[in-house]
Nanobody, 126 residues
Framework: QVQLVESGGGLVQAGDSLRLSCAASGRTFKTYAGGWFRQAPGKEREFVAA????????YYADSVKGRFTISRDNAKNTVYLQMNSLKPEDTAVYAC???????????????????WGQGTQVTVSS
């Protein structure tokens, strides 16, 4: 069992930056791949970024590539999402998730993850 708690969301202006954190407790998080998803009002949850359990490889949605960076600190059982050059269309609830899969194709879909945090709101004003 893994418990995930996100923090770092807030209200910012377009062009600003935010760093989200996802703190894990329970089983050692380093045995899981980590992912970030987001869900805007009236839309489905969508993949944002993922990172392998070793941190060796990262994956991004095209919409955030070059602006967002996912990283992890396994000593702290934490995964981060650095978000730069934020846009109003980035407004959403951001949730982190943990996956036991070693197959990268799993990381892009909600079904590839076993555990989820409750999410943190990110609002970007224009």
């Amino acid at each position: 069992q893994v418990q995930l708690v996100e923090s770092g969301g807030g209200l910012v202006q377009a062009g600003d930056s935010l760093r989200l954190s996802c703190a894990a407790s329970g089983r050692t998080f380093k045995t899981y791949a980590g992912g970030w998803f987001r869900q805007a009002p009236g839309k489905e949850r969508e993949f944002v970024a993922a990172i392998r359990k070793s941190g060796s490889t990262t994956y991004y949605a095209d919409s955030v590539k070059g602006r967002f960076t996912i990283s992890r600190d396994n000593a702290k059982n934490t995964v981060y999402l650095q978000m730069n050059s934020l846009k109003p269309e980035d407004t959403a609830v951001y949730a982190c998730a943990a996956s036991l899969s070693d197959y990268s194709t799993s990381y892009y879909s909600v079904g590839g993850y076993s555990y989820w945090g409750q999410g943190t709101q990110v609002t970007v004003s224009s």
